[in-house]
């Protein structure tokens, strides 16, 4: 069986599991121990199966446990145990993921423990703080760096011992605790051991290291917590199925959700996972739209604005009104303002740039994605030395929360493949920008004292992404950028996301990154734990409108109505929805009340014409068209209306005046086909042909114009035209294309 069947076959046992199926799972269960030499295995199925049959048999006869239900959920876990015990065993011969190559390798190592690690750096952070006593000098540098290089050795065998870990016993997590708990070990070391222990439990569900996990959530070092809490999210989202079966952890979320620290952490990760689904979108617009127009800008800007006079005494801002009216006349300036605004929300604007800047030898260790940056790190310790040490750089490069950590990583590559004359005149720019971006950076945080929370969680939400998504053997992970919005769902985040500030919050979000399902679900939770508000029950209305309900988006504009009166928004909605569900008399009322509010609003005017015009009331309809006109007298969508409008009621001589505007301002195949229609209701039959060859041109297809004028065979009718002539004047349309 191959490793793609046998993840099929677990996760059929799991369908089986989830819907209560016992005994079908435990057959399956057995399907895949039959493939295996594994006695353990076997004999606890062959246990569970006999304790599952002697339930079975105890219940028939009627009697009733008190523990039944313990032993049922038992039974439950232990055979989602087995089976991924089962799998596992048998991907361990053949798989070649990542997870399974590096627990082979770990497999026939000399044993070592995580308290064995513990004592190793912690031996080499005592080394370090001895070296720093010594006096500066090439000896000195000398041995930093061999100790530098044996810790970064040592963090990444620690990282692989943790990732391929197997489940966890007491002992287990006593060494973690003991670990997290050190206070000799830098924290950047924590901050690994916490990100292999969650891509651990994404490859394998284990209650005692997630319980570990939402503990490590309190942690005083900021920078662990924020992973752990991280980590649990996702976490909690793979295995949504199973938590009701380990009650114990939703109990230690709930006594979390107590600390408001916590919920402000929990709230900020989880707003960062729904941007960071917009991230392709926002990657996808820079590169297709942003990027491709400023290089179309860039010979245009050269010659228009004369970049070398840039450099003169005079400064940029004499430049800068040509400058801004060439970004205005390219329709740049909005896409800027809109990139602008969404770096300030915190989105990933980065990860079009730095996404091909991964094929460094660096990032062919899965370690090094989830490093936090490090000056002093072996790989770009070249960048921060001799003359640059000293640089406000180092600083800026350190603690800006632009780019993530893996990003500044390769940045630092990138930086040190250039010529030593471009890399020394680069680092010295942004030197002299340093002390800038410091002061910007202690601005925002005087602004907001957790700016450095919320800082770290989108830098290494950012980092996460790109691993996910970036790692050249992506597929062999369970990206969890693929899970879907449910936050509002989870029981477990109850205590949480149902708090009706952060319900809404996360309503909100998901709104305005155009998430309508989600937002629809979260909207509706929300109305019904807090006093009414119109504008949920508006923005339900929306959600469903986009998603094509307009019946119910009606139902709840209404609702949205009786709540606040007269809100010109609401009205327009309600109008709009009666329009399309064919309610045309309905919808009169509705924009005959916003008329009231906005009765210089040519759209509003606009819409009653058409309402007048859907009831055939065909003088008042161009009453309120020819007024649209008189306001504005170059609306093409009057004109369209009015000849319209005017052929309906066989005014012919009118419309056929409006159409020969309509004709002269860029008309489309209806406009040629209308004009058309006039033209023979006027007995003109040649000028009737020669519009409908323009019409079929402009169609694209002799099919589509058929289909057109097909469409219009009742309006001919009612003008009296005699639809008999119709094919006689194709055929003769098509001779004279001949």
């Known amino acids: 069986m191959s490793p793609n069947d046998i993840n099929k076959k677990r996760e059929h046992i799991f369908s089986y599991i989830e819907k209560k199926q016992l005994k079908s799972a435990i057959d399956g269960v057995k399907e895949l121990v039959e493939l295996q030499y594994n006695w353990s295995i076997s004999e606890k199925l062959s246990e569970l199966e006999t304790n599952y049959k002697f339930m079975l048999h105890y219940l028939v006869k009627g009697n009733v446990d008190p523990q039944q239900d313990k032993i049922y959920d038992k039974l439950f876990r232990d055979i989602y145990i087995i089976a991924d015990d089962a799998a596992e065993n048998l991907l361990l011969q053949d798989s070649s993921s990542i997870f399974f190559e590096k627990l082979r390798l770990i497999n026939i190592r000399e044993t070592v423990t995580l308290d064995d690690y513990r004592d190793i750096l912690n031996k080499q952070a005592d080394t370090v703080k001895f070296l720093d006593l010594l006096e500066a000098g090439e ?35 006593e060494s973690l605790n003991t670990f997290i708990n050190d206070g000799v070990l830098p924290v950047n070391d924590k901050c ?58 939703g109990n230690r979320l709930k006594l979390l959700s107590d600390k408001i620290d916590f919920n402000r952490m929990f709230m900020s990760a989880v707003t960062g996972y729904i941007r960071a689904h917009e991230t392709e979108k926002i990657t996808k617009r820079l590169n297709e739209e942003i990027i491709p127009e400023m290089m179309k800008l860039s010979p245009m800007i050269g010659k228009k604005i004369k970049l070398d006079e840039w450099m003169g005494e005079s400064g940029l801002d004499e430049k800068n009104p040509e400058w801004q009216k060439i970004l205005d006349e390219s329709g740049l300036t909005d896409k800027l303002q809109e990139f602008s605004n969404l770096q300030m929300e915190g989105a990933d604007v980065f990860h079009s740039t730095f996404s091909n800047l991964k094929n460094y030898t660096f990032f062919n260790e899965l370690s090094n994605w989830f490093l936090p940056f490090d000056p002093q790190h072996s790989s770009v310790r070249p960048v921060f030395s001799g003359e640059m040490k000293s640089s406000t750089m180092i600083e800026s490069m350190f603690e800006t929360s632009l780019i993530c950590n893996s990003d500044k990583y390769s940045f630092c590559f990138s930086i040190m493949l250039m010529p030593e004359e471009y890399r020394n005149m680069m680092i010295g720019q942004l030197g002299a920008e340093g002390d800038e971006i410091k002061k910007l950076q202690e601005e925002e945080l005087s602004l907001n004292p957790n700016q450095k929370e919320i800082s770290i969680i989108k830098q290494y939400i950012q980092d996460l992404y790109r691993f996910f998504k970036l790692h050249p053997r992506s597929s062999n992970f369970k990206d969890i950028f693929n899970l879907p919005l449910n936050f509002h769902e989870i029981e477990e985040f109850n205590p949480i996301v149902m708090q009706p500030r952060y319900l809404e919050q996360i309503a909100l979000y998901y709104f305005e990154k155009n998430n309508f399902i989600e937002a629809l679900g979260a909207y509706k939770m929300l109305s019904e734990k807090v006093q009414p508000q119109s504008e949920f029950w508006q923005k339900m209305g929306f959600c469903k409108q986009m998603m094509g309900d307009i019946k119910g988006a009606l139902d709840d504009y209404l609702h949205a109505d009786l709540i606040e009166d007269n809100n010109t928004w609401l009205l327009n909605r309600i109008a709009h929805c009666y329009r399309v569900l064919k309610v045309p008399d309905t919808a009169l009322q509705y924009y005959r009340r916003l008329e009231q509010f906005r009765p210089d609003d040519l759209n509003v005017q606009l819409n009653i014409g058409h309402c007048y015009l859907e009831l055939k009331q065909y003088d008042e309809a161009l009453n309120y068209y020819f007024k649209v006109e008189l306001l504005n007298s170059n609306n093409t969508r009057a004109w369209r209306s009015i000849a319209w409008c005017a052929f309906l009621s066989n005014k012919f001589d009118v419309a056929q005046t409006y159409y020969t505007r309509i004709l002269e301002n860029k008309p489309n195949a209806h406009d040629y086909l209308n004009a058309g229609h006039v033209e023979l209701c006027l007995n003109n039959n040649n000028k009737a042909v020669e519009f409908y060859k323009h019409s079929q041109n402009a169609a694209g297809s002799l099919e589509a114009f058929y289909s057109m004028l097909e469409d219009d065979t009742e309006v001919l009718k009612e003008a009296e035209v005699d639809t008999k002539i119709l094919p006689i004047i194709v055929d003769k349309m098509l001779y004279d294309s001949e």
């Open 139 to 173: 000896e000195k540098d000398l041995r930093l760096r061999k100790n530098s290089l044996a810790h970064e050795n040592t963090l990444r065998d620690l990282f692989y011992f943790i990732y391929t870990s197997p489940r966890a016993n007491n002992d287990f997590i």
């Open 192 to 249: 690994m051991v916490i990100s292999a222990l969650t891509l651990n439990i994404f490859e394998r569900f284990d209650a005692k290291k997630i319980l570990f996990l939402l503990d490590v959530c309190r942690s005083p070092q900021i920078e662990v917590a924020i992973r752990a809490t991280i980590g649990i999210i996702p976490i909690f989202q793979i295995y949504r199925r199973r938590y009701p079966l380990y009650p114990e952890l």
